[in-house]
């Protein structure tokens, strides 16, 4: 088996390329090899691939996300403004406009995948870091105006 003609150290020995092949219709059931060019005969037409469709070349932008966030960018409004509708004037200053800007940045960045998902972070983030500063300054001004109920009361 080692010095046989068909061996793998005959093969690597030898090259690569001048290890007989195998016949057409092989005895040991391997594939055919094609049939031979004619010589006058005119050369096979080969098939004709399908006709490309172009078509995204990456996933679509995700509009409904950037939209969701947008909506709750602009539903952060309502603290300030009913903040303001109680007199509170300067609660207008505490409203969200960068995450609102952002959002409708993001949405007008609708074809360019990337840029969405960037701008959408963004969006979110503004979001977030509001609604988080929102709570740390909400929850001592509740606990001064709850202690100020209770030294009013008899």
């Not at 390329?17 to 040991?28: A, C, K, Y």
């Not at 932008?61 to 539903?75: I, K």
């Not at 409004?77 to 109680?86: F, G, K, M, Y």
């Not at 001064?144 to 030294?151: E, K």
Request: proline share 16%; aromatic share 8%; glycine share 10%.
């Amino acid at each position: 088996m080692d010095g046989g003609r068909y061996s793998p150290r005959t093969f690597w020995e030898r090259g690569s390329g001048t290890v007989p092949r195998t016949p057409r219709h092989s005895p040991r059931g391997g594939p055919a090899l094609p049939a031979p060019h004619p010589p006058g005969a005119p050369p096979p037409v080969p098939a004709a691939p399908p006709p490309a469709t172009r078509g995204p070349s990456g996933p679509p932008p995700r509009v409904g996300g950037a939209t969701a966030a947008l909506v709750t960018a602009a539903a952060t409004l309502a603290v300030p403004a009913a903040a303001v509708s109680l007199g509170l004037w300067f609660a207008a200053l505490a409203a969200n406009l960068p995450g609102i800007v952002l959002g409708v940045v993001t949405l007008t960045k609708v074809p360019d995948a990337d840029e969405v998902e960037r701008y959408l972070r963004y969006t979110w983030a503004c979001t977030f870091a509001y609604l988080v500063l929102y709570v740390l300054l909400l929850v001592p001004i509740m606990a001064v105006a709850i202690v100020l109920a209770a030294l009013e009361s008899p």
